[in-house]
């Protein structure tokens, strides 16, 4: 989008699609774009360094390969209907039918022209003067799902979305003591520079012996570096947290002597994953018995496009979480992205909170904690439901366990 807005010909430009709805996966980047000459633009775009080949190309629209495997769409629209058709191309289909529906309900015809009543133009250059006119609250990209946004829209109780700038600090990280590529101070250094209060470093505990996970012994070690960093940076809080394996009979994979000394533990699965649905619950539940089971990391355990989740009852974990005053995560690794958006929105009316993690390896991961406030705003939560939105004593209480 920035190598459009600096177009001359370009007067407006907006994403559309999946892309700006943040779906998880999308086979395509597709733009609008105002412009008087969008022959000129267009011809501007072929020569982007990553276009492979030209699709289909009207006077109205162009798609392009890239080489990225991705698609390249652009599509002019006019002053008087760009909002309109941004609604129309945001999508999804089925929100935008239910849109359709509603206006009609309420005397209006809505299409890509336009919000129409009698034949006379009501809105259609701006979304927001649209759903305004139809006596709706703004809808975000993201929520527009058919999933009751137009309902809750209705009724004004749509929830204010999550943003980046609610998040406090960053619960799931390793170093090159694991299987990260940086040590310990310098991510410590990089958390601090991204503004965060404060920052988990939740290397591997020994039983994935291909990360060099930590046992008891090297875990104590990192504790005392993490004390006298602690000291170094006072400002700051550094949790001392492991990111700990959860055994195939729901043992946790390091000693309670050790974990007891630790600010913070993620449990989570790495082995095991063809276990039956009731088993792998059951595996999880049982390791939230221990009292210093925290956060329940990557949930289901699958990697977008090459590893299908495990089977697990979602809502039995949920509510054992609740019960437990355990919570779930949402890592934001974009090939996990786990747990899901329908399964944060669960969490949410359980009354489960979540934590938004990187599960950065290195230092420029950190940048993925955007990818889960995507993830976090499609299951429609907002920062009294994101663990991390709180401040280190705010969270200290809220880490102690029922």
Known sequence: MDYLNQLPEVEWVESC?????????????CFLVLTKNFKRVADYVKRFHGVINIVAETDRD?????????????????????GSGLIYHTGSTEHVKQLEDYAKEQG?????????????????????????????????????????????AEKNCLPPLIELDDIKGDLHSHTNETDGKEPLERMIVAAIEKGYEYFAITDHSKRLSITNGLNEERLLKQIDQINE????????????????????DGALDLSNEVLKELDLRVCSIHSKFKLPEQQQTERIIRAMDNPYFNILGHATGRLLKSRPPYPINIEKILLAAKDRGCYLELNAQPYRLDINDHYCKLAKDIGVKVAISSDAHAIQQLNYMQLGIYQARRGWLEKKDVLN??????????????
Request: aromatic share 10%; hydrophobic share 40%.
């Open 17 to 29: 699609g999946a892309f700006r709805r943040r779906q998880e996966t999308f086979s395509e980047f």
């Open 62 to 82: 162009i798609t392009l390969s890239l080489k990225t495997g991705i698609n390249l769409q652009l599509i002019k629209v006019g002053l008087e209907n760009k």
């Open 108 to 152: 209006f015809i809505l299409n890509q022209k336009g919000l129409f009543k009698d034949k006379i133009y009501e809105a259609g250059s701006d979304e927001h003067e649209i759903y305004n006119a139809l006596g709706l609250g703004y809808i975000e990209p993201e929520l527009r799902e058919a999933r009751d946004e137009i309902k809750a």
């Open 229 to 248: 960093l602690n000291l170094l940076y006072p400002s700051f809080k550094i949790l001392k947290s492991i990111e700990v394996d959860i055994l195939e």
């Open 389 to 402: 939105c709180f401040s280190w004593p705010e969270l200290q209480l809220l880490l102690k366990r029922n």
